[in-house]
Structure formats: structure tokens, C-alpha cells
């Protein structure tokens, strides 16, 4: 097992602070004072901006979650702002950047948080719903220089090549989290946690490292080895399983549609939906729609033509969505697996939370509506 010594640590914390003073990603919104400066040592910055930030960051790369942060910013600027709001309209803001539970986290968090000081301690903050050792790690060192260690999966990806680690990182946390403590540059943690993440997003890529312009590479295991990319080990990858969802848009003959609000527990859980379901072995799909809106909605609908089929993937599984436009037969709709139905006029479709892939099924929709 590689062991990192208080030199090697020491080396490889100079030459890293020393690469990112010029190449590292700055005019970060969140780590700026509000003169749009970065802090001298002793500044702290808001963790208001930082938490939400961090929370977006957990699955999303930042480049993709800046937009979505700075309307965040702009809808609710202060944790009252936040507080204030109802969840739906939290949601509202989150929709495109997925795994929702984080907006219902950070909304319950919230709560907690307000009308008292902001935690300065890692247990202050991960006793809060959605926040985790790194993101509480980073959070505290970025808004008050904390010297704590972050391990982010770009963090474990630098690391496990650094010392060419035989084992996939999260089998050996432990390990991990050690050697990127024995990496804090103790007057400075704020920096060396940023100057990490940023050689992992910009540098030490997941599938083509720059390791010509790495300051690490002197030291780096896996470049001595001639093959990178071999690292972080992983385990023997399961093959993801495969669905085909049927989906139907229901119009009423006023012209409405209906979609139904998922439960809280969950994959998105309280988001709105088109309702529909898996399609079970042998059945044709308009016979699975009409069976899953019976079962969920309690409503008997003729299935008409298609309106669309798309593919999504999410972290374990694969779907595909063979949507078909529906005509209301019969039925007053009940929520019987959701937490509540409505009928709504199409162009009030985009006030409502949904999921990335019912998205596209709106923009389908009010498409095939205007023609
Ligand atoms: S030398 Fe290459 S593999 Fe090693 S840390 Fe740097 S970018 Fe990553």
C-alpha cells in the first residue's frame, strides 16, 4: 500500500498551490467576495451561496450547474428567500439538474438552518438532511478557511493515480481521506481543496489526464506507468438493467392534460410526471398504457397515435419512454399511486417540476398542439 510521507505531502501541496495561482479555474461566483474579489486569508465568505453551490456540485459539473446557481441566486438570495419559498417552487428551480431529492434536502435544511448562526463545525453541518463529510469539508473551508479535507470523486480519481492504489478508492476511505489531509496546506486549506478539485476537472480528467501540464507528474504512479487511465481501479461493472415505459398524455375534451405528482420517497420523488408505467412481458405498449393508467389513475382511456420515443439513462438503470396521446373515456382520476393528479391547460405544463425526460415530452407536445 502506497504511503504518502509529510515530505512527499508537503512537495506535492507546494507545486499543486503553485500551478493553480496560474491555471487554476478562477471567478468562481461563490468563492468571491461580494466586490467580486477573492478573500484575503483571514475573510470569511457567506455559506449561503457556498452550501447551495456544493449541493448542486454533488452530482453536476460545474460548468453545467453555474446557470441553474446563478438563477438560484437570483430567485432566493438569502436563506430566508429560501425559507420562504414552498417546496414546489424549490423544485421548480432545480428542474434539469436531476437527483431532486437534493432540492427537498436542501429546502428541509433550510429550515433548520435559519434564525441561527451558521455551524462552523463538520457535525454542525453534516446533522443536516443532503450534507455529507466532503461537502460539509468544503463548505467550511471555503467560507471560513477551515482546515478540513474534501474527497470528492474527482479528489479519489487524482489520488488512486497519484499512488497507482490497487483497490477502487471507495473500498479504502480511510486511506483516502488521510492522504488528502496529509495534502492541507494548514494556512491555507481554503486554497489547496480548490486547487484539488481543479486539477481534477481541468487536468487529471477521468478519460484523457493531461499529464504534460500535471505538477504532480514528477511524483504521479500511474503516469510512471505509461497508462493512466487504468486508474482509479474499479469493480467489475453490472450490466444495467432495461425498461420500456409506457406513457400517456391524456386530453380531456376541454383540452386539458393530465399528470400526476410522484410520492415523496423515491426516485424523483415529487415530481410531476405523465403518468404511465413498465410495460410487462407479452403485452402490446397502447395495451400497457391503458392497463398502468387504469391501475394508477383509476381512468379508462382509448390509446391513440404515438407522440414520441426516447431513451434516458439514469445512474442504474436504462429507460425507454414510448409516449402516445390518450383520449379520456371514463373515470373521475385519483391519485392511487401518486400523491395528487391535476388537469392543466398545456401552456401551464412549464410551471410544474418534471423530470429531464418528460421535459422533451412537453416540448413534443405544445409542438405537435400548435401544427
Ligand atoms: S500525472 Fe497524469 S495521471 Fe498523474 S495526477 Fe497528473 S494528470 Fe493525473
Known amino acids: 500500500m502506497p504511503v504518502l510521507t509529510k515530505a512527499d505531502a508537503v512537495t506535492l501541496s507546494t507545486s499543486l498551490l503553485v500551478w493553480w495561482e496560474r491555471h487554476g ?6 468563492k468571491l467576495l461580494p466586490s467580486g474579489v477573492s478573500p484575503a486569508l483571514g475573510q470569511d465568505l457567506n455559506p449561503y451561496g457556498i ?33 420562504a419559498a414552498s417546496l414546489d417552487e424549490v423544485r421548480l428551480q432545480w428542474q434539469g439538474l436531476g437527483y431532486y431529492s437534493r432540492a427537498r434536502r436542501l429546502h428541509e435544511a433550510a429550515q433548520l438552518l435559519v434564525g441561527r448562526p451558521w455551524p462552523r463545525t463538520l457535525e454542525g453541518w453534516m446533522a ?8 460539509a469539508g468544503s463548505i467550511l473551508s471555503s467560507a471560513f478557511n477551515a482546515s478540513l479535507p474534501i474527497l470528492d470523486g474527482n479528489v479519489k480519481r487524482v489520488l488512486a493515480r497519484l499512488t497507482a492504489h490497487a483497490r477502487p478508492p471507495a473500498r ?3 486511506l483516502f ?55 482509479p481501479v474499479t469493480d467489475a461493472t453490472k450490466s444495467m438493467p432495461f425498461q420500456v415505459i409506457g406513457v400517456g398524455v391524456v386530453i380531456s375534451s376541454a383540452g386539458t392534460v393530465l399528470i400526476d405528482q410522484r410520492l415523496e420517497e423515491g426516485l424523483l420523488g415529487g415530481m410531476w ?5 413498465k410495460q410487462e412481458l407479452g403485452e402490446t405498449i397502447q395495451a400497457c398504457i391503458a392497463r398502468e393508467l387504469k391501475e394508477e389513475l383509476g381512468i379508462a382511456v382509448t390509446v391513440g397515435e404515438e407522440l414520441m420515443t426516447l431513451e434516458h439513462a439514469y445512474s442504474h438503470k436504462k429507460l425507454r419512454f414510448v409516449v402516445h396521446i390518450c383520449n379520456w373515456e371514463s373515470g ?40
Not at 405544463?349 to 413534443?364: D, H
Open 172 to 174: 479504502d476511505e480511510a
Open 177 to 231: 481521506w488521510s492522504w488528502s489531509e496529509a495534502l492541507l496546506d494548514p494556512s491555507r486549506p481554503r486554497d489547496i481543496n480548490q486547487a484539488l478539485m481543479d486539477l481534477g476537472a481541468t487536468i487529471c480528467t477521468p478519460r484523457s489526464p493531461s499529464c504534460e501540464r500535471c505538477p504532480w507528474q514528477p511524483q504521479c504512479a500511474a503516469y510512471a506507468s505509461g497508462d493512466p487511465c487504468r486508474w
Open 332 to 371: 373521475d382520476p385519483q391519485p392511487l399511486a401518486s400523491q395528487q393528479v391535476r388537469w392543466v391547460r398545456p401552456e401551464d405544463l412549464r410551471n410544474y417540476a418534471f423530470p429531464a425526460a418528460n421535459t422533451k415530452i412537453i416540448e413534443s407536445l405544445l409542438i405537435k398542439l400548435t401544427q
Open 25 to 30: 479555474r478562477g471567478g468562481i461566483p461563490w
Open 273 to 277: 410526471e405523465f403518468p404511465g408505467g
Open 128 to 135: 443536516l438532511p443532503g450534507i455529507g463529510r466532503t461537502t
Open 51 to 83: 452550501w447551495i453551490a456544493e449541493v448542486m456540485l454533488q452530482q453536476t459539473q460545474l460548468n453545467v450547474m453555474l446557470p441553474y446557481w446563478k438563477r438560484w441566486m437570483t430567485v432566493f438570495p438569502t436563506l430566508e428567500n429560501l425559507v
